[in-house]
């Protein structure tokens, strides 16, 4: 059974940072192409950030980009996101997804993903 388990959401101030860890029980980690999305309040889920099987690409979404990081350790069946300089309008649920796909123009498109975890608070107080 494939599960996708996040860890490390938490209250933050604005201005703040916070770690996220995505542990994946999948077969063949390293053939999946990994990312996170988030769902905050009153808006579709969004697309965060996604990184392919080896590591090498990574894309991210516009209103993160300079500020997140999205990284991946193969040997520990580990996606994690970097986030710093939080904003309030940025809290919200935060989700991993695992995806066989490799092209990255489809990278935020949550349809191709097959997998998903259960998703993690993230709260910036202002």
Not at 90 to 106: H, N, W
């Amino acid at each position: 059974q494939v599960q996708l388990v996040e860890s490390g959401g938490g209250l933050v101030q604005a201005g703040g940072s916070l770690s996220l860890s995505c542990a994946a029980s999948l077969r063949a980690f390293s053939a999946f192409t990994m990312a996170w999305f988030r769902q905050t309040p009153g808006k579709e889920r969004e697309f965060v950030a996604a990184i392919s099987q080896s590591g090498e690409t990574t894309r991210y979404g516009d209103s993160v980009k300079g500020r997140f990081t999205i990284s991946r350790d193969n040997a520990k069946n580990t996606a994690y996101l970097q986030m710093n300089s939080l904003k309030p309008e940025e809290t919200g649920v935060y989700y991993c997804a695992a995806t066989s796909y490799r092209d990255s123009s489809y990278y935020p498109n949550p349809n191709v993903y097959g997998f998903w975890g259960q998703g993690t608070q993230v709260t910036v107080s202002s």
